[in-house]
T-cell receptor
Framework: SQQGEEDPQALSIQEGENATMNCSYKTSINNLQWYRQNSGRGLVHLILIRSNEREKHSGRLRVTLDTSKKSSSLLITASRAADTASYFC??????????FGKGTLLTVNP | DVKVTQSSRYLVKRTGEKVFLECVQDMDHENMFWYRQDPGLGLRLIYF???????EKGDIPEGYSVSREKKERFSLILESASTNQTSMYLC????????????????FGPGTRLTVL
């Protein structure tokens, strides 16, 4: 079952601009994670935010979590061409499993 | 760094063949996962293993089986490959410690793109 749903499905920006992606989910969670996938490769973990946290930073990444709205956002500041990838949110399920959304395809144009 | 390797990056098989996809992790993780990824459908969990010889069906187990004889190795088996099993297959592993406080991070292999003709 797909719990996390990213929005938009695709995003195209110029280098140096900020990119914002959103994720909505349906049931209560313990944590929410964001992953990146370069074309044709495996996923790489970016950041995890726990249900009792509202905001978290890691380098150029900023993640927010609003449990009342069941939503999260990922902000990439000062984007680079190398940030071109698909971005997925993932929510925890029982027994260490995760449910992934369908992803946002980000294209950063040089 | 955690390393998860998969036996092949690309694989082409014929309908009806038995296919083995191998995954190895080097971080002593208890949990291992097999997903398939298809355009428009995202990642879907096929099978999950939480210990040696222990397995649990995921969301789409039909047509697949798994084997975990050693902690570091998790194999996905297509008993009789069909064209609708053409997909990208991703293996992942994670650590069991920490319970619900955020140690569910999964580490992925590079993926195997399987084509069944």
């Amino acid at each position: 079952s797909q719990q996390g749903e990213e929005d938009p499905q695709a995003l195209s920006i110029q280098e140096g601009e900020n990119a914002t992606m959103n994720c909505s989910y349906k049931t209560s969670i313990n944590n929410l994670q964001w992953y990146r996938q370069n074309s044709g490769r495996g996923l790489v973990h970016l950041i995890l935010i726990r249900s009792n946290e509202r905001e978290k930073h890691s380098g150029r990444l900023r993640v927010t979590l609003d449990t009342s709205k069941k939503s999260s956002s990922l902000l990439i500041t000062a984007s680079r061409a190398a940030d071109t990838a698909s971005y997925f949110c993932a929510t925890d399920r029982s027994n260490y499993k995760l449910t992934f959304g369908k992803g946002t395809l980000l294209t950063v144009n040089p | 760094d955690v390393k998860v390797t998969q036996s092949s990056r690309y694989l082409v098989k014929r309908t009806g063949e038995k296919v083995f996809l191998e995954c190895v992790q080097d971080m002593d993780h208890e949990n291992m996962f097999w997903y398939r990824q298809d355009p428009g459908l995202g990642l879907r969990l096929i099978y999950f293993s939480y210990d040696v010889k222990m397995k649990e069906k995921g969301d789409i187990p039909e047509g697949y089986s798994v084997s975990r004889e050693k902690k570091e190795r998790f194999s996905l088996i297509l008993e009789s490959a069909s064209t609708n099993q053409t997909s990208m297959y991703l293996c992942a592993s994670s650590f069991s410690g920490g319970g619900s406080l955020g140690t569910d991070t999964q580490y992925f292999g590079p993926g195997t793109r399987l084509t069944v003709l």
